[in-house]
Structure formats: C-alpha cells, structure tokens
C-alpha cells in the first residue's frame, strides 16, 4: 500500500538545516484561490532542486526548504509564477477559505482589506487569522485565534481557540454581527489588547482564557 511506505521522509526542514544553510518558505497560489497550475508545480520543484525537500502543511499551503544563499532569487521566481510567499515569525498570520471556489465572493473585497491592513502585523507571538466567507465556515475559523464568519455584511468573530493538545477546543463567539465598515478597527483594537496586556511569552489563546472577564474586552465590545 502505497500509502504506508516511506513513512519516515529522508529529507525534512530539520534535517537539511540541522547545521544551518536552509530557510523554509510558506507557498501557496493566493489568500482565497487554492488551485495550483502545472507550471506553478514545475517551479516549485525547480528551485527547490535535489537538494531541498517538499512538504504540505495543515495551513493550506506547501513548504519549501531551500538553501538560505538562494532565498531572494527563489521568492522572486516563485512571484513570477503567481504563487505567494507567507510571512514567517512572530506576526499575524492570516488565511481564508476560497469562498465556494469563487462562487460566493461577497466578502472578498473586505477580506483584501482585512490582509493589507493586518497579515504581517509583528506581535509578541504568531497570531492565526482566519476568515470564512459564509455562515458555514468550512475552513473551520473558529479554530484559529482569531475566526471571523461572514455573515450578510457583518462578522461573528470568534476568540480564543486552543488549536492543539489534549485540551484543544473551538473559540468562543466574541462579537456578533460586526459591520465591515467596523472590521478592520475592531480587530486592530484585540490585536492592540493583547500586544499591551498579554505576559511574557503567553500566546493568544491563553491571553485570551486567562482575560476574558476583563473590563477591557466589555468595553471593546460595547463601542
């Protein structure tokens, strides 16, 4: 069964940069569109050559070791070919379903607005993003630390998700029916909440489980 051999990959991110020389990269072909082409396929197997390593990831994109001394020219062809690179670290991380292939993209225009305003944003720890286009969030939103459904309009958001562990749980509804000429500033406002308040080291979800009875987040949702 094809499936069960070769469980253990030769090549992995820690394996190829066990003494340095690789940097990973997070590829996918948009923020909604989650189709590749052949030639998207033939690049990414082209820079990443014999010597890197190819892998997909939980966060509907692929990851690209490549050799560190080859990152800028690599990102650049990478562009080229249509695909776009995540920002890695300590930063918010935003992603989105595909909106039913393109068929319902009422909410694409404000979700471009959400990821030029916010994905990239440096905070303390990485912040997950996620926006769903429709009231059935099928791309599972409310799993991230911050989940936004789309409904006519508006957003539900959602906080605090614990996204892994025995203990792993969807976030709770924080705001309901939040217009989009509000979005962008209401989630500016939690990201500034938890950038000011959160502890040392202490990712979204527990600033958030350890705050919630907080005066600050009632007054948040009571502008």
Known sequence: MNAFRNNIPEKT???LNEHGGYTRLAVSPG???KHYTAAQFQKMAEVVG???AI???ASYSILLSVP???VAQTI???QEAGLYIAKQGSVVAMKACDFCDGDKME????TEQLYKALAGMDVPKRVRLNVNGCASACYNAVYD???LVYQKDSFDIYLGAVPMGAHAQAGTLFAKRVPIQHIEGFLQQIITLYKENRRQEEPFYRFYRRTKTAEFWQALKNE
């Open 13 to 15: 991110f820690a394996t």
């Open 31 to 33: 923020m909604i569109n």
């Open 50 to 52: 014999e010597s890197g």
């Open 55 to 57: 892998k997909y990831s």
């Open 68 to 70: 560190t001394n080859e």
């Open 76 to 78: 650049k062809s990478l």
């Open 107 to 110: 909410a694409a225009a404000i």
């Open 145 to 147: 630390d911050i989940g």
